[in-house]
C-alpha cells in the first residue's frame, strides 16, 4: 500500500505562513492596521487578508504614509483597490505634518522620505493602533534582515536592534504596553522573486509603472531619476526618454526606475531572477546617505 505524499509549492508554504501571522494578530491585537502604499508588497499583503479572513471583509483598516511627492498612477491604484475591496483607507499625510509644524522640509523638493515617520507614529497614536502591518522584507537590506516578524516599538515608536524577542518555533509575542505598539512584517521570509511569481499566480493588476513604459528621464547619481514636478532636470542635465519600468514604489524624488523592456509577468520575474542588486541598493537614493541610513530611520519609528 503506498501512501500519497502532500506536499506544498514554496508559494503555499510562504502564503500559509503569511495567513497564519494575519490571523494571530486579528486574534491577539484590539486595532490592526495594514501599510498600504499601492506597491506590490503592500498588494500581496492585502491579497493575503483577503485569503485569511474570507469569506468575511477584512477586519482592519489600511493605512497610506502619504508624502505629497506621489506618482499619480499609484495613487490612483490605492484609491481603486480600496474602493473595490469595501476597506476604510487612512491616510497620514506628510504635508499636514508640515502644515502643523510637526516636521520641517529642507525645501519644497527635497525628499520626504524620512519625514513619514512623524506622520505615522501621529496616525498610530491618534487611532489607537496597536498592531501595524507593514511589507517589509529581510532580502530588502541588511536592517530589514535583522528585524522580527513581530517587532515590538517603544512608546516614542522606536526600535532597539539589540533588544529584540525571540521568535523560537514560529511563537510571536506580542505583549504590550498602553502606547507601545507591535509592527508586523507577514512577507519576512519572502524574496522580490517569490513577489512577483506570486503576484502572477493570482493574476493581481498592479499600478502600470511597474511595467515598462515610456518617461522622460534623467542619470544623476548612477540612478535613473524621472523627471516631473517633484524632481525637475538640473541645468546641467540630458533629459532622455528611455524605456524604463520601476521595481519599488515611494517617494517621486528619491525613488528611481532601471531600464527595461519588460511588459509582462513573465518578463518581469525573467529578469529579476537575473539581477544581483535588490531592488533598494539599485532604486532608493535616500538609502544611499550612509551603510546605517535604513537602520537609522528605523530605530527612529520608520517602517
Known sequence: MTTARYELSHLDTLEAESVEIMREVAAEFERPVLLFSGGKDSVVMLRLAQKAFWPAPIPFPVMHVDTGHNFPEVLEYRDRMVTDLGVRLVVASVQASIDAGRVREDHPLASRNRLQTVSLLDAIEAHGFDAVFGGARRDEEKAR???????????????????????????????????????????????????????????????????????????????????????????????????????????????????????????????????????????????????????????????
Request: hydrophobic share 35%; with cysteine; charged share 35%.
Open 145 to 303: 534582515a535583522k528585524e522580527r516578524v513581530f517587532s515590538f516599538r517603544d512608546e516614542f515608536g522606536q526600535w532597539d536592534p539589540k533588544n529584540q524577542r525571540p521568535e523560537l518555533w514560529r511563537l510571536y509575542n506580542g505583549r504590550h504596553s498602553k502606547g507601545e505598539h507591535i509592527r508586523v512584517f507577514p512577507l519576512s521570509n519572502w524574496t522580490e522573486l517569490d513577489v512577483w511569481q506570486y503576484l502572477a499566480r493570482e493574476e493581481m493588476p498592479l499600478p502600470s509603472i511597474y511595467f515598462t513604459h515610456r518617461r522622460r528621464v534623467v542619470r544623476r547619481d548612477g540612478m535613473v531619476m524621472a523627471v516631473n514636478e517633484f524632481f525637475p532636470a538640473r541645468e546641467d542635465e540630458e533629459v532622455l526618454e528611455m524605456a524604463v519600468r520601476y521595481r519599488t514604489v515611494g517617494d517621486a524624488t528619491c525613488t528611481a526606475a532601471v531600464e527595461s523592456t519588460a511588459a509582462t509577468y513573465e518578463a518581469v520575474i525573467t529578469e529579476v531572477s537575473s539581477t544581483r542588486i535588490t531592488e533598494r541598493g539599485a532604486t532608493r537614493a535616500d538609502d544611499r546617505f550612509s551603510e546605517a541610513a535604513m537602520e537609522d530611520r528605523k530605530k527612529e519609528g520608520y517602517f
